[in-house]
């Protein structure tokens, strides 16, 4: 199939775009002895956690347990969990991973601990726990050392549990490394080992190095990247793998065109790039509005653009996002399909 028969909108995955970016990414971790974690919020598919994992990952990051679960379905044996996890079902669930695979988690507050301590009791098969901490993002995470110490000293203390080390999701800030280091001073200070410190976020993947003391590295979005990205200095949009295929359905002024891709397929996030897409071809294209089904676009910079019923390809503000909307993707080299993919862990938000 070619793309251009494709029915619309449609999900496509340009595989030699998302194959040189996993090796650059993979090229950069090997010469920096800085092993990945590679995050699969953003591709959702088993296969290219594989194919991260055959080039030199040690394992992928998941963010709730339902992408978990589909990935060690699918055969993958080392995953770390990024959220806190409440609540008696989800325990059970993480159990249950815990009994197939090698599965860590973190946790950034006492009840959380406590959780873990009442679920998991077998000192022969500890659960590895790490503590979250903000490292400025403003999000999850201890504020202090002194916050990081009372939490490794729950973990460490309970028969069931091991406490790894620390987590961090880090804004782009060269205060980050010392703020970790604060933290695992703390906690070593007190006799209790900091084996792991992770961080991640693919806006700082090449200069992820540069931050003292991590030991592993979990960017997500460089598989595909994205407008935002971009923006933040992630490579050119000629990396973007992941683009929306979408058909010009209106054309109401010679100003204006209207597309079959609304905010359903889009998503509706805003990045520091004008509009909600680029436009691939037609760079003076700007999407100016989405709503549920349509995409509205400026064209009147454009010195040509698409007739009613002809198709343009969208390079997504936020690819994330995307893929989850999408129940499967078209993968792409050139301008020939070469398979459709189910996105096995769409939906997986619990």
């Known amino acids: 199939m070619k793309i251009a028969d494709v029915e619309t909108p449609a999900l496509l995955i340009d595989l030699d775009r998302a194959e040189a970016n996993m090796k650059r990414a993979q090229d950069y971790a090997d010469a920096h002895d800085l092993p990945l974690r590679p995050h699969i919020k953003t591709h959702r598919l088993p ?16 963010q709730k347990l339902g992408e978990a679960e589909v990935m060690a379905d699918a055969g993958i044996a080392d995953i770390l969990v990024t959220y806190n996890i ?32 009442a679920r998991f009791d077998d000192p022969d098969h500890p659960l590895g726990v790490m503590v979250e901490c903000d490292t400025g993002a403003g999000r999850n995470g201890v504020q202090t050392p002194e916050e990081a110490l009372v939490l490794a000293r729950m973990i460490d203390a309970a028969p069931g549990l091991r406490f790894l080390g620390l987590m961090t999701y880090p804004p782009r800030d060269d205060r980050v490394g010392a703020r970790l280091a604060g933290m695992k001073e703390a ?50 949009l000629e ?67 698409p007739a009613i019923g002809e198709k343009v390809r969208i390079v997504p503000n936020h690819a994330c ?23 096995a862990a769409r939906g997986c938000s619990q």
């Not at 295929?245 to 889009?266: C, F, N």
């Open 47 to 62: 296969r290219f956690a594989k194919a991260q994992i055959t080039l030199g990952a040690r394992g992928i990051t998941c």
């Open 86 to 117: 409440l609540g008696t079902a989800k325990l059970d669930r993480l159990a249950d991973l815990h009994a197939r695979i090698r599965i860590a988690v973190v946790a950034d507050n006492a009840p959380v601990i406590e959780g873990y301590q």
């Open 187 to 236: 906690i070593e200070a007190d006799g209790i080992a900091v084996r792991e410190i992770s961080s991640g976020g693919s806006p700082g993947l090449y200069s992820a190095h540069e931050t003292a003391g991590i030991t592993e590295y979990r960017p997500g979005t460089y598989i595909y990247s994205d407008r935002m990205q971009v923006a933040a200095g992630l490579g050119t």
């Open 239 to 305: 990396d973007c793998a992941l683009s929306v295929l979408a058909t010009v359905v209106s054309r109401p002024t010679a100003e204006r065109a209207v597309l079959d891709a609304g905010s359903k397929a889009l998503a509706a996030d805003l990045s520091a790039l004008p509009g909600h897409g680029h436009v691939m071809g037609h760079p003076d294209a700007v999407l100016t509005g989405l709503s549920e089904e349509h995409a509205v676009v400026d064209i009147s910079a454009c010195k040509d653009f």
């Open 321 to 343: 996002v995307v893929t989850n909307l999408f129940d499967s993707a078209r993968m792409i080299r050139g301008s020939g399909v070469e398979e459709t993919v189910r996105i």
